[in-house]
């Protein structure tokens, strides 16, 4: 079945040869808690994936066609780190505060399969839709009767590719795109209470290259939101 993907405009079409993809995984992750609310761990992880399903884009008459294929097999390993800290350490003031990260770096490959008549850009590449990195982090204050708190995020992800390319078009690549958000709660007055909720303040721009040209590129905008609550 042929249909057109409603942004991008590109068609799809479903590939009826496809078999099923299998992974074995193997995960080691070491924790340590120093304080309550507190945690450090770092974990490994390893991925073999036997058959897996890609997609792939190349260019027709009039328009984009995007179909789905197995590669012969794939790798993927990496290395995450996880870090929740209360910053009384930093003095009396910081004892509301608590920072915490998330840092995950991987690498992938893809050994692919030449054979079903489609010349790849890349006969070694990473694998479709895995970023080589993954941050993390944010900072929390909370007051001492827990009516009051805030928190900022903040998350990057990698360089990865959306679709691979077929000669003579290069890959389709999503760009790295920085995102901050931030969430507030507090008291009015008695049991009333409110909220403000702030998402994509930097409003960075999603951006899909194809080499040096821009296949498709966006600003999804900001979004505030208030609320309020009353409990008695």
């Known amino acids: ?7 991008g405009g590109v068609s ?3 590939n009826a040869n496809l078999v099923r993809a299998l992974i074995d995984n193997i995960d080691l992750r070491w924790e340590a808690f ?9 974990g490994v992880f390893a991925k073999r994936f036997d058959r897996p399903i890609e997609r792939v884009e190349q260019s027709t ?24 800290k209360q910053l009384g350490f930093l003095g009396e003031w ?19 399969d030449t054979t079903g008549g489609l010349s790849v850009t890349d006969n070694s590449r990473r694998l479709v839709g895995q970023a080589p990195y993954v941050v993390n982090a944010g900072l929390t204050y909370s007051s001492a009767s827990g009516r009051t708190n805030a928190t900022i995020l903040y998350n990057v992800v990698g360089e990865r590719i959306t679709a691979a390319g077929v000669l003579p078009l290069p890959n389709i690549v999503e760009k790295p795109r920085h995102v901050v958000d931030l969430s507030l709660r507090f008291p009015i007055r008695g049991s ?9 303040l930097l409003d960075a721009r999603t951006s899909f ?23 008695q």
């Open 1 to 7: 079945v042929t249909f057109r993907d409603v942004l």
């Open 12 to 14: 799809v079409t479903g």
């Open 34 to 42: 120093p304080n309550p609310g507190e945690v450090f761990s770092i």
């Open 61 to 84: 008459s009039g328009a984009y066609q995007a179909r789905f294929q197995n590669a012969l097999s794939a790798t993927n390993a990496g290395v995450e780190i996880e870090v929740r």
């Open 94 to 112: 910081a004892n509301a505060y608590t920072g915490f990260s998330n840092l995950t770096l991987m690498q992938s490959s893809v050994d692919l």
């Open 192 to 200: 009333l209470s409110g909220r403000l909720d702030a998402r994509n």
């Open 209 to 231: 290259m194809q080499g040096n040209l821009e296949r498709e590129g966006f600003n999804a905008g900001r979004t505030l939101s208030m609320g309020f609550s009353w409990r």
